[in-house]
């Protein structure tokens, strides 16, 4: 395979190294080697300036005088290549430092294994075996002609496959659409009290579909792609060190492809970037696989930008699929826009049963606190359906997980503190690339989980959600007459966009929400974590008020130990948990994030802003996720220890706890923060997540099991341990307990108040008490915690929507005609429009729940003391 992908395949033998060497050569002879190297600026880093070795190049990390030998103009040459640089360039090489200097080869060393590779750099560029170090002056035209190479190499990629057009004829006059027509005439009936149709309606429906569709469609275009893919290449070649895949679950999925040509591969990633979907596609380009559709928000089909992302296999959906419904809440048939969800079931059954590999992000945008959003299943109930109708004969699905050292699209911190998000438009997109292109966000590492057929999993789950697979899954058994019932809310075997609501549909919809969740899971599982995403967790719980850097260090060692331990085996980006590859992973960590870390005199420290705080949050993500259970765990274990010491009173070497009760604190906790980790959903989950914690503390030493309870030593390790855990969970613990003490005060005076205003209120409420350092943990004011704890409050009947239809029509005024549905906020935005607006109050009975669900979150606030 690799043979095959060398740049010498290409018809470019005249432009080879040594033809080159030969004619400048004797150039160089005869001008001397300063002519030759003003004329090619070169590109060397800090880091390999200093190799004498090229597979070990000894790395100087920032802040030690070696990181004062920067680069010159980047070129572009791979940083592979870079490895050769020999020693002697050291002191010809010391340019000033600019906002350009990289870290980029820093650390290479620990990317650079065998069973990694970088999907920016060609396999055929220079390495040292193939180059004659005696021609070093020429390095530089050997870098032009070797960056020419890889430009050729990347766009001549073979293409395997052609890309079908898709006929929006066969779209518009499918049997679906017919329904939908059908469905979209009895609604309109229904809602202007008509007797007859009129053709004109009829040809109105059409007019519609086909503008939805033409909206909607994407027409890919290989030879773009190759474009995109050249640019793609240029550009992070600039602002990444390097993009990271494993070789082997590269070439799995190939032979993947390669043996099912006629079985779409779905690619579901989690989505945490706008690189996500850029580089995705790369790589299969540049694997030579064929290219996915994308599922893009219809907020992306701005002007310039969208025509190119439909040519780069985009096609835009609309983000809620009803635009015309009022609310999510209500899903009366009579808002249901059938004509616009039959092209949509249509146009990607259409794409799949063409062969083309479909990509969606199963979160519906990109996640805002840095973990996994829970599912929308829309897209993923085409899928089935697709499957069902026999239009596939299968479908393998592939989770697949980014992991950025640093974000390139900015933070959400602003939309955490309660700011609008920002429009898509052509200048924000253009700014966007700027950004990317003048700055250095480290690597990004693709991780794809464990890919699995869709036909397996619903035959063998189906029973489960007491479904008939044979009735059910079985292609053969789909018939037309399964079609007539594919709009007549009856059948479960129609999860589709057109049929019943998936409210009625139970055991098919349960089906396909578990499918997301196994996907999520599969990401998250198999998401690496990356050194920033450790030190952003380490500072953010256990040295929140600095640290030395030794200790730093000693605490990193301890967290890789854990996470990379058989109960977690999470994967690290990088393989070196040395000490002195820590402190080096440590110190270029905090220079991609210079403002939240800060590093001097040995010291380690964190910006306290709320802000600050709030990304700090963001890059913890992955680690706060994998080590959820553990901390729920931790945080109900800690409460349990200080009710025995008080009990006893007396200092005790080891305690004896109930596991039963330990179980069931940690159950409650987890079910309260659902709407936080994947992990806890659904809700039956949360079981086996707990005892996986349990045996993870028990292999780490913190407790031991005994018959029905753990045993407890109080020794500095063990209670630290704990206390370490629970630290990555308060933050939610106060926020939720702040929210609920506000709700009860604000819902306690005003019985209505229209859920916009609930929402800031209490963002602000929160906010000027963060600002009056009345919070521990800043970062619990984000928008996120506060709209997950109210969906925790309505699942568990605190807390009830109402929803109110302003009748401005009449001559009455305003308030009468809201009657008692009056928001009493002050400055609601809905107050003098004719926006229905949803009211929040408390439920029946809620205000109990409430008081109990505050004491139950206050238990957790109280420190552990360690001893
Ligand atoms: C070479 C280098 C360059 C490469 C350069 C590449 C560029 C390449 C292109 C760019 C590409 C950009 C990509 C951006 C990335 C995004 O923009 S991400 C955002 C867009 N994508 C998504 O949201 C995908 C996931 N979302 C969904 O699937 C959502 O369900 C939908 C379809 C958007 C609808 O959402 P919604 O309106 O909130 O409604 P939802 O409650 O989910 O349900 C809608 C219907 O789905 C069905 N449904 C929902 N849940 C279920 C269930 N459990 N069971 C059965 N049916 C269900 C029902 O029919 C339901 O209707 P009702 O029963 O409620 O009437």
């Known amino acids: 395979m690799m043979e095959e992908d060398e740049p010498s395949s290409l018809p470019l033998g005249w432009l080879s190294d040594y033809f080159w060497i030969f004619v400048l050569g004797t150039i160089a002879r005869v001008r001397g080697y300063a002519f030759l190297q003003n004329m090619f600026p070169r590109q060397i880093y800090a880091g390999s300036l200093l190799s004498d070795s090229p597979r070990h190049p000894k ?44 870290l980029n080869s820093l650390f290479i060393d620990n990317y650079a294994s065998n069973d990694l590779v970088n999907i920016l750099a060609s396999p055929g560029c220079v390495s040292e075996s193939s180059f004659p170090w005696s021609y070093i002056p020429l390095t530089p035209l050997h870098a032009i002609t070797s960056w020419l190479k890889h430009m050729l190499w990347i766009l001549l990629r073979p293409v395997p496959w052609h890309y079908p057009v898709q006929s929006h004829k066969d779209i518009l006059d499918s049997e679906t659409m017919r329904i939908a027509y059908g469905k979209a005439t009895q609604q309109k009936i229904v809602s202007d009290e008509l007797t007859v149709v009129s053709k004109y309606d009829h040809s109105m429906h059409l007019r519609e579909a086909k503008d939805i569709l033409l909206q909607m469609a994407s027409s890919t275009s290989v030879f773009l792609i190759r474009v995109a893919a050249v640019v793609v290449n240029k550009i992070f070649r600039h602002s990444l060190s390097g993009i990271y895949a494993r070789r082997c679950q590269l070439s799995e999925l190939q032979c993947l492809e390669e043996a099912n040509p006629d079985t779409p591969i779905v690619y579901l990633p989690l989505h945490r970037s706008h690189l996500d979907y850029i580089l995705l596609t790369y790589l299969l380009y540049i694997r030579g696989m064929r290219a996915p559709q994308v599922a893009a928000g219809d907020n992306l089909n701005i002007p310039v930008f969208g025509r190119l992302l439909r040519g780069l296999g985009g096609f835009f959906i609309r983000r809620k699929i009803d635009q015309r419904r009022s609310s999510a809440e209500s899903s009366s048939s009579d808002e249901r826009d059938f004509i616009y969800r039959g092209i949509l079931q249509e146009f990607i059954c259409e794409s799949l049963s063409q062969g083309y590999p479909l990509e969606f992000y199963l979160e519906g945008g990109r996640s805002r606190n840095g973990r996994t959003l829970p599912a929308k299943a829309g897209l993923l109930s085409v899928l089935i359906h697709a499957y069902q109708r026999g239009l596939i004969p299968d479908a393998i699905i592939v989770p697949v997980a980014f992991t950025y050292d640093r974000l390139i699209d900015g933070n959400f911190v602003a939309e955490q503190c309660g700011s609008q998000k920002t429009k898509e438009s052509f200048g924000h997109a253009l700014r966007s690339i700027w950004r990317t292109v003048t700055a250095h966000f480290g690597t990004v590492r693709i991780e794809f989980g464990q890919h699995f057929n869709l036909k397996c999993f619903l035959l063998s789950n189906a029973e489960k959600f007491g479904l008939d697979p044979a009735k059910e899954f079985i292609r053969d058994g789909y018939t037309a007459q399964n079609e007539g019932t594919l709009t007549s809310c009856a059948s479960s075997s129609t999860a589709s966009l057109l049929s019943a609501s998936h409210t009625d549909v139970n055991s098919m919809s349960r089906l396909t929400l578990d499918l997301a969740f196994v996907v999520l899971r599969e990401a998250n599982r198999s998401l ?35 996470l990379t331990s058989p109960c977690k085996r999470k994967t690290l980006t990088f393989d070196d948990v040395h000490v002195e590859n820590l402190r080096q992973l440590c110190r270029y960590s905090t220079s991609l994030l210079p403002h939240l870390i800060s590093y001097s005199n040995g010291r380690y420290s964190v910006s306290t802003s709320v802000e600050s705080l709030i990304e700090l949050n963001y890059s913890c993500g992955p680690v706060m996720e994998a080590l959820v259970g553990e901390s729920v765990l931790a945080a109900v274990l800690s409460e349990e220890l ?186 609601c935005p809905a107050k003098n429009s004719k926006t229905p607006v949803q009211m929040s109050q408390i439920a029946a009975g809620g205000m109990e729940k409430l008081t109990d669900l505050r004491m139950f979150l206050e238990t957790f606030k109280s420190p552990l003391i360690v001893i």
């Not at 630290?720 to 306690?748: C, F, R, T, V």
């Open 59 to 102: 790395l100087c990390p920032p802040g030690t005088n070696a990181s004062k030998v920067k680069l010159s103009p980047v070129l572009g040459v791979p940083s592979n290549s870079l490895y050769a640089q020999p020693v002697n360039f050291k002191k010809r090489h010391e340019a000033p430092t600019s906002s350009k200097t990289k």
């Open 528 to 562: 690496a974590v990356s050194a920033p995403n450790l030190l952003s967790f380490l500072m953010a719980t256990k040295f929140r008020h600095g640290c030395e850097e030794s200790d730093l260090i000693g605490a990193m060692r301890v967290l890789c130990a854990q």
């Open 642 to 827: 200080r009710k025995m010491s008080v009990v006893s009173g007396e200092e005790m070497d080891s305690i004896e706890v109930c596991w039963e009760t330990v179980e069931k604190g940690a159950l409650a906790l987890a079910t309260i923060l659902q709407n936080e980790f994947i992990q806890f959903q659904p809700a039956d989950e949360c079981k086996s997540v707990i005892e996986e914690a349990k045996r993870s503390l028990i292999e780490w030493d913190i407790m031991e099991s005994r018959d029905h309870s753990i045993l407890y030593r109080r020794d500095r390790y063990s209670l630290q341990s704990i206390s370490d855990l629970k630290a990555s969970i308060a933050p939610l613990i106060e926020g939720y307990s702040a929210i609920a003490n506000d709700l009860a005060h604000i819902l306690g005076s005003s019985h209505n108040i229209c859920d916009r205003c609930l929402q800031r209120e209490l963002l602000t409420g929160m906010q000027s008490k963060a600002k009056m350092d009345r919070f521990e943990y800043p970062e619990a004011c984000a928008k996120d915690t506060m709209l997950n704890f109210l969906k925790v409050l309505r699942k568990s009947g605190v807390l009830e929507l109402k929803k109110a239809v302003r009748d401005l029509g009449s001559q009455r005024p305003e308030r009468e005609s809201l009657d008692e549905q009056t928001c009493h906020a002050e400055r």
